[in-house]
């Protein structure tokens, strides 16, 4: 059964540092999205992402966050300057056809803990 | 606003007993709702969807839902609970403008044999 992938799973750096998340979606998924989960919190939406363009994004898509499908499998989050809060499990979806109206399913990858210190 | 309420944190069951994780929604239109199961240290699975049709939907490993439009719930049953069972569960809804899912806290199940 095809499934979203994350790598990697475990990443740990300094504040202020880059770093990007990878996320190979279903292959014949043409909707991306990621969301994260700080410790003991909900999970919140942070972008959509449809024929290469941002559809929707939420508050905390801000400057210092991008997407990107740089070919034609990945599908990366970059932070451009890692603070303390954005320590969070961050999960990785994809979806057949998605956008409004439409009844399809997320399906998630495995996510990637990030750790700033 | 739309909103998902899970109204506890932890529900526990004795194998083989039925078990019920509540869920409400609010949301301004169509509501799309689903259930999504979390293991520890695992991604989130999907579980079921209401779409629109039966208001009692089936899902995998013998989890079903009932959605109730007037009482805006989307409840998780199972009649014979497993201790596999256990792990946290998530109720998340999306309407008809809204690429988002928004999400409830979760529940912890917690099955003892």
């Known amino acids: 059964e095809p499934e979203v992938t994350q790598t990697p799973s475990h990443q740990v750096t300094q504040m202020g540092q880059e770093v990007i998340l990878r996320c190979v979606p279903i292959?014949?998924?043409?909707?991306f999205y990621w969301y994260r989960q700080i410790l003991g919190q909900k999970v919140e939406f942070l972008v959509s992402?449809?024929?290469?363009?941002?559809?929707?994004k939420s508050e905390i898509f801000d400057d210092q966050f991008s997407v990107e499908r740089p070919d034609g499998s990945n599908f990366t989050l970059k932070i451009r300057s890692t603070k303390l809060e954005d320590s969070a499990m961050y999960f990785c979806?994809?979806?057949?056809?998605?956008?409004?109206?439409?009844?399809?399913?997320?399906?998630f990858g495995p996510g990637t803990r990030l750790t700033v210190l | 606003a739309q909103s998902v309420a899970q109204p506890e944190d932890q529900v526990n069951v004795a194998e083989g007993n039925p078990l019920t994780v509540k869920c409400t929604y609010s949301?301004?239109?169509?509501?799309?709702l689903f259930w999504y199961v979390q293991y520890p240290n695992r991604g989130l699975q999907f579980l079921l969807k209401?779409?629109?049709?039966d208001n009692l939907v089936k899902g995998s490993y013998g989890f079903e839902a009932e959605f109730n439009k007037s009482q805006t719930s989307f409840h998780l049953k199972k009649p014979s609970a497993l201790v596999s069972d256990s792990a946290l569960y998530f109720c998340?809804?999306?309407?008809?403008?809204?690429?988002?899912?928004?999400w409830g806290a979760g529940t912890k199940l917690i099955i003892k044999p």
């Open positions: 998340a809804v999306r309407d008809d403008s809204n690429y988002q899912l928004i």
């Open positions: 209401y779409i629109t049709g």
């Open positions: 979806a994809s979806e057949t056809s998605g956008g409004a109206g439409v009844t399809d399913t997320q399906y």
């Open positions: 292959s014949n998924h043409l909707y």
């Open positions: 949301v301004s239109g169509n509501p799309y």
């Open positions: 992402f449809y024929n290469n363009e941002i559809s929707e």
